[in-house]
């Protein structure tokens, strides 16, 4: 067993190694440049950092050359332990083309465009730096200079410069707050990697010293030819995979630096004041009719708590014996729909939906491609736009097109200030409907008509807004999905409370053709990252365990209930595992047996 196991870690270090030097293998080398620095850059630096004439001159014909509005520069000299770290977090191979991805920063110097600059309100006079910025300063203005140019940013290592000693303290506080895998994931598995390592090689001392040594080699490899980390003299640039001190270091910073145990005081005692009132007054009277048909034959499908957040409440829906429509009932009147929407998408959600919209790129492409070869759009209003992350990945399959975004949040106003949409509309579609008459070649629904309290009339609207010959494009949940009814109320486009009316596939066509669209294209999507199984389990244990620094939560949160509410989580990753190898193994069968999470339309309108 232990040369099993000493094999598998070897392995398992060696392969890690290759995917990490292949993750910095997009780095180019600064070039040195006759040419002046352009006076349409600036330059922000941290703390500590000296840039030479040399270097700014390369940097400047570098992003000139290369298109870049932003150019982060990595020392030569980047010390091991942070070396690791940016490749963990960077690809730098897919950076620039990925438009979602988050921005990153070796947070030492960085090149930007002045006009992105003054974009966030921090105009450079030419000539002047930003310089004596703390890491963690410069981290968070990267993140902001990303969504300003999301695909002219990109990272360029440079020789000449040189990196600044950071202790762990200031690296922890540095790290981004928007990564996939917590900080403390990280070191929970560097600590299970080296505990098994060192039982190996008790157990059999051979195969254990093979271990050891992929172990301890895996900065060397990662590193290669190109860096001279400042700490190789020293012999110490083993420490961030072989020894302890590292690992204590970081894990004593990451104590030292944990928030309060409740993030959100102030927010706690009005969820509470508002929860205290009763969350019955969010409700409308139950109907006793089909809001589709008229019919009375009701029958209930699920009901289900708060899918999402964990906020307080009971949602039922029920299903048309006639029609097949399903609908929430009773179903939120307005006060209802601004609780439960309140803080999801905006406020103490966004962080955690950016993650989840950062993983949906090759769905937003599949949209827009939706619409090739049936036609080739000059403008394209997208209904539902949120933040604007489909108008963003769209441009890359329509890059000729002018993208419109319209939301009732400010969330599609700073989509238009950060450029991923040409204009934002904040308001109701119907009511803005009237003066956006026939503008549009294309409008987009993606899972948009199933919050809405009236999907016909949001039809309406798109038929108005539309010219003759334009296209609409709906994506939905479909309610007659086979996986709906095996999975019940784990089944996650229920997503309740936020989806009010779910409608089959013939009654949605139905309601076109009576509008004077044809039907182009039905397609049912399949295979959707984050699938149904994977969803289920994830929002069984959601359910089982709310997380207690939600504002909302019953119960205040204390460091008990924290560890408590990690420990039960990371005993759901095996399952989770599971079910998305299930999700995968199942993917390629679900349109034979009318499976996935949701179908597609493209319609026309005809004159």
Not at 21 to 37: F, I, V
Not at 340 to 365: N, T
Not at 546 to 560: D, G
Not at 574 to 598: T, Y
């Amino acid at each position: 067993m232990a040369r099993l196991t000493s094999a598998a870690l070897g392995t398992g270090f060696a392969l890690n190694a290759v995917r990490l030097r292949r993750r910095l293998s997009g780095l180019r080398l600064l070039e040195p440049s006759a040419d002046p620095p352009s006076p349409d850059f600036r330059f922000l630096l941290a703390s500590g950092v000296r840039l030479d004439d040399e270097t700014r001159r390369a940097a400047c014909a570098f992003a000139a050359r290369e298109g870049l509005k932003v150019l982060d520069l990595l020392p030569g000299d980047l010390p091991t332990a942070e070396l690791l770290d940016f490749a963990r977090l960077v690809n730098t191979r897919t950076f620039r083309r990925d438009r979602l991805a988050f921005g990153r920063s070796a947070q030492h110097a960085v090149v930007v465009e002045a006009a992105v600059l003054e974009r966030l309100g921090t105009p450079l006079p030419a000539g002047t730096d930003l310089a004596g910025l703390p890491a963690a300063e410069l981290t968070g203005l990267l993140e902001r200079l990303k969504k300003c140019a999301p695909a002219a940013t990109g990272f360029a290592l440079a020789p000449g410069l040189r990196s600044v000693r950071r202790g762990a303290l200031e690296r922890v506080a540095a790290r981004p707050g928007n990564t996939f895998v917590p900080l403390s994931a990280i070191l929970a598995g560097r600590l299970a990697a080296g505990t098994l390592t060192v039982a190996c090689l008790a157990a059999a001392p051979a195969w254990g010293a093979a271990a050891l040594a992929g172990y301890a080699l895996q900065p060397a490899l990662v590193r290669g030819s190109r860096f001279a980390p400042a700490d190789r003299r020293r012999a110490t640039w083993l420490r961030p995979v072989l020894g302890p001190g590292d690992w204590l270091r970081t894990a004593r910073a990451a104590h030292a630096l944990r928030g309060p145990a409740d993030p959100h005081p102030g927010l706690r005692a009005e969820y509470r004041a508002e929860i205290a009132r009763g969350v019955e007054r969010f409700f409308e009277p139950r109907r006793a009719t089909c809001p589709w048909c008229g019919s009375s034959d009701l029958r209930h499908r699920v009901t289900a708590r708060d899918m999402y957040q964990g906020k307080p409440g009971r949602f039922t829906l029920e299903e048309c014996a006639d029609c097949g429509h399903t609908f929430q009932n009773p179903r939120l009147n307005p006060a209802g729909l601004d609780f439960y929407y309140r803080d999801c998408y905006d406020g103490v959600g966004e962080r955690q939906m950016e993650k989840v919209f950062a993983l949906q790129g090759s769905a937003y492409r599949d949209r827009a491609r939706l619409l090739h070869p049936h036609a080739a759009p000059r403008t394209w209003l997208d209904v539902g736009a949120g933040h604007g992350h489909f108008c963003l990945v769209a441009q890359d399959v329509w890059p000729r097109t002018v993208f419109h975004g319209l939301d009732r949040s400010e969330a599609v106003e700073r989509a238009e200030k950060y450029g991923w949409v040409h204009r934002g509309h904040r308001g109701d579609f119907p009511e803005l409907a009237a003066s956006l008459d026939g503008a549009y070649d294309v409008v987009s629904m993606f899972h948009y008509l199933e919050h809405t309290l009236d999907p016909r009339a949001e039809l309406e609207a798109a038929r108005g807004v539309l010219k003759p010959g334009g296209h609409l494009v709906i994506e939905v949940p479909d309610p007659q999905s086979s996986l709906s009814r095996l999975l019940g109320r784990h089944w996650i486009p229920w997503m309740q409370p936020q989806h009010v009316h779910l409608m089959p596939f013939t009654n949605l066509r139905q309601a076109l053709l009576d509008r004077g669209f044809t039907m182009v294209v039905e397609q049912r999507v399949t295979g959707r990252p984050g699938g149904d199984f994977c969803g289920a389990v994830v929002e069984r244990f959601r359910s089982w365990t709310p997380s207690p620094r939600y504002p909302w939560s019953r119960t205040p949160p204390t460091r008990t209930r924290a560890l408590a509410h990690a420990a039960i989580w990371t005993c759901s990753v095996p399952l989770i595992a599971a079910a998305a190898a299930a999700d995968l193994a199942i993917a390629p069968f679900l349109g034979a047996v009318r499976g996935g999470q949701a179908y597609r339309i493209l319609a026309r309108k005809e004159a």
